[in-house]
């Protein structure tokens, strides 16, 4: 998760990209995180993937790891809606 921001306003963002249709729904699982060489922005909160950070790949997307598992668990309750 982005230290900047607290999970609640990472899980508004998530809902409010979601709904907008910023973001695509994630995958039901969460993909294999790396350690971040430092390029990356994260689709979720748009925070800088800083290097030696765990980063997921999520539908296409590079996203810090407690970022992508929100966005997976918020992908799961709106499908279910």
Known sequence: MSPELPEAEIRRIVRERLREGVLRKAPATLPEAR?????????????????????????????HERCAIVWIEESKRASRR
Do not use: L, N, P, W
């Open 35 to 63: 350690t971040a060489v430092g390029r990356s922005s994260c689709m979720v909160c748009g925070f800088a993937i800083s290097k030696g950070r765990s980063e997921c790949q999520v539908a296409g997307a590079s996203a």
